[in-house]
């Protein structure tokens, strides 16, 4: 790849999975129309899921999943110890997402309802950022695979990265839908994180809330619109903490 | 005698975190084992008072790779528990987006998970330079596949247009129309992987097993059916846990199973075994020419089954566009929905094998109680058990450490094992 007439630097690329669904890895094998262009752009040295090799010697770690035992606590720090930038890929990494409900509730129970008189170790979720210092966080469950190759192009290009500062809603209406909200469904867009260009109100689902907050996103006023409009608190609240994104952010 | 050892700490190219430990002293076998080491995830208790239009939100999340046949399965226990009989085209949709899955699941295992071993290269990263062409077939083949989940459920990983009741919407007829094309060029396409995998060498090995599978439906079994194997067991869906078994085991942070044998196996060659008939003339006639014919016990020929189902599926993809393609403008693709209380199962064939997923309703339409019993769970006992043949197989062969460390890896690859799924 060449940007002005310039081969920039290859960085290695290092991918690793912590509690997670690993659908954001998958979202880097996908796209198969550009993957030997971003094969050719980077250099990747780990991939447990794809590859037999690893090595140890990476600049740049992509972690994906969330932090929920103490051997993963443990590799974490290591790998923050070796890579210069620490990026966490997707929901999971960048909140606890889904995993998140789990602090919900009592884990010596659930252990036992789960596993019976054989309890499993495990421990609280927290998101990447909880236990070592993140230089870049790429939400969404799963992350956006053409923003995630603008970001790894801005890196390797050494050129800041920044992620829009309007709503999911606004993509929403660049796509011509109809709004749901009118339609009688919840929907989180005025207030998410743009950059996945709404799949879900395009797809006919309002937006669940996957990218945690927009930056500028006044949560307070959508809550007090919708609850005008009729929807339920139960409802709002089970919205707003499916990927443990909105904690903090609801006033 | 000979003395063999494999550790291996966290197995590659699978989805998730295992380990594998074998030890043979003076040619005695004292250890096999398949171990999942994967952290814990408790998504049943999280489904716990859960609204009905979250449960397959969440559920889909389980798992990245067969988000949508965690998501049809979901939706199928739903709609029985609370009485929903969905739109016949919304039937369809679904079929076809399940179609897509299965292509790309089964392309991602074939080409980057299981045939690098094949052929001697660590990553399907280094085929790029090796052969370029076949990764090119490849590479266009999974896109399909993506292509076809995204037309018809909004998107392929974590869907979003299959909803309680039905699919959100009808996709547009020129993108149908694409896909079609799409579908009938890669039948040939196609040909070139049926010729690679024709010169593949594929581990002499047999295990007799039991297979366990969806069965008893006019078709290929895809979204629901009786549970079916090959020891002669028949059984209604609602009655998976007479199938199932579940226990658990030290160390393991997976379930194990079992039915009329100490383990069994599930996945395309099980579904294969029980339903030979049913594929496609075209599928049964690469089937033959790939050596593979009902009732196979070489856990390796799973990667075979899954080429043979790629060209089945890939038929009745096109079949169930043309359909779509017929239906009126406008047609209804959601049936009413309302709360209430109820118990309901949903099983659904995903690519690694028979998946259920059973939820207790409230009247207010959340959930009281939930039960997920996903394919890994189901083939962990039995890779472990496989393992420990394998091993007494090739050691009499004479087999050393490093070549008996690929035989195990390749064994454990073949089942193309979902780890992170299996300790939901
Ligand atoms: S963010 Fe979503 S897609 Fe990514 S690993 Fe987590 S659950 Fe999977
Ligand atoms: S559906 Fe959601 S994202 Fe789209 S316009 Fe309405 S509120 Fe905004
Ligand atoms: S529309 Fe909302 S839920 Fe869907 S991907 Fe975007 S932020 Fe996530």
Not at chain 1, 194 to 208: K, N, Y
Not at chain 2, 290 to 308: C, D, E, K, R, Y
Request: charged share 25%; net charge negative.
């Amino acid at each position: 790849m060449q940007y002005l007439g310039i081969q920039p630097k290859r960085p290695k690329i290092a991918v690793f999975d912590f509690t997670g669904c690993e659908g954001c890895e998958l979202q880097l094998a996908n796209k198969e129309e550009t993957l030997v262009d971003f094969l050719a752009a980077v250099e990747v040295v780990a991939f447990r899921e794809v590859m037999t090799d690893a090595g140890d010697d990476y600049e740049i770690a992509l972690i994906e999943g969330a932090i929920s035992r103490a051997d993963e606590e443990a590799l974490l720090r290591q790998i923050r110890d070796r890579a210069g930038v620490v990026v966490a890929l997707g929901t999971c990494a960048c909140y606890g997402g889904v995993n998140r409900l789990k602090n919900t509730f009592d884990l010596g129970e659930a252990n036992r309802e789960v596993y019976g008189d054989k309890p499993k170790e495990t421990s609280e979720v927290r998101a990447v950022g909880d236990v070592v210092e993140v230089d870049l966080a790429i939400p969404g469950c799963p992350v956006n695979k053409a923003e995630v190759e603008r970001i790894v192009q801005h890196v390797v290009l050494d050129v800041a990265f920044s992620f829009p500062a309007y709503p999911v809603c606004v993509e929403c209406k660049q796509r011509f839908n109809i709004c749901l909200v009118d339609r009688g469904q919840l929907c989180l867009g005025p207030i998410v994180q743009a950059g996945c260009d709404a799949p879900c109100p395009t797809g006919g689902r309002g937006c669940w809330g996957c990218r945690g907050p927009a930056r500028d996103a006044n949560v307070p006023e959508y809550l007090s619109a919708l609850k005008e409009k009729g929807f339920g608190e139960d409802e709002v609240r089970e919205r707003l903490g499916f990927f443990g994104a909105f904690e903090g952010a609801v006033g | 005698m000979s003395t063999v050892r494999v550790d291996i700490h966290k197995l590659t190219r699978v989805e998730g975190h295992g380990d594998i430990g074998v030890l043979v002293e003076d040619g005695k076998l004292k250890e096999a084992s398949w171990e999942i080491v994967e952290t814990p995830r408790y998504f049943e208790v999280m489904l716990k008072g859960k609204h009905y239009t979250s449960a397959a939100v969440l559920t889909s999340r389980i798992c990245g790779i067969c988000s949508i046949g965690h998501t049809l399965a979901s939706l199928r226990a739903t709609e029985h528990a609370l009485g929903v009989e969905i739109p016949r085209v919304a039937r369809k949709l679904r079929l076809l987006a399940k179609h897509g899955e299965t292509l790309q699941s089964h392309y991602l295992h074939l080409f980057f998970l299981a045939v690098p071993d094949f052929l001697g290269a660590p990553s399907a990263i280094a085929l790029i330079e090796a052969d370029p062409e076949l990764v090119g077939v490849a590479a266009r083949l999974k896109r399909l596949g993506n292509t076809i989940s995204e037309v018809a459920a909004g998107r392929m990983t974590h869907p979003v247009s299959l909803l309680v009741g039905g699919v959100a919407k009808m996709p547009e007829r020129t993108r149908l129309a694409e896909i079609k094309a799409e579908l009938e060029a890669s039948l040939e396409l196609v040909k070139k992987v049926i010729e690679t995998f024709a010169t593949l060498e594929i581990p002499e090995f047999a295990r007799e097993t039991e297979f366990v599978s969806l069965g008893g439906t006019e078709d290929y079994p895809w979204i629901g059916g009786r549970i079916v194997s090959t020891d002669g067991v028949d059984l209604a869906e609602a009655d998976y846990l007479q199938a199932t078994n579940e226990y658990c085991t030290d160390g393991n942070t997976s379930k194990w199973t079992k039915l009329s044998r100490e383990s069994y196996a599930v996945g395309a060659l099980a579904r294969l075994n029980n339903n030979f008939d049913k594929l496609t003339e075209r599928a049964r006639q690469v089937a033959r020419d790939l050596g593979l014919t009902p009732v196979n016990h070489n856990p390796f020929m799973n990667n075979i089954a899954q080429l043979v189902e790629c060209v089945h599926v890939t038929e009745d993809a096109i079949r169930l566009v043309e359909e779509l393609l017929d239906e009126p403008k406008g047609i209804e693709t959601m049936a009413p929905v309302e709360a209430s209380a109820g118990r309901g199962v949903g099983a659904a064939e995903v690519p690694r094998g028979i998946l259920f997923h059973d939820y207790e309703y409230d009247e207010s339409g959340r959930i009281v109680r939930a039960n997920c019993i996903i394919p890994t769970t189901q083939n962990n006992a039995n890779i472990h058990h496989d393992l420990g043949a394998l091993v007494e197989e090739y050691v009499k062969r004479g087999a050393n450490d490093e070549q008996m460390e690929l035989l195990c890896s390749m064994l454990v690859r073949a089942y193309d094992p979902c780890i992170s799924c299996s300790v939901h």
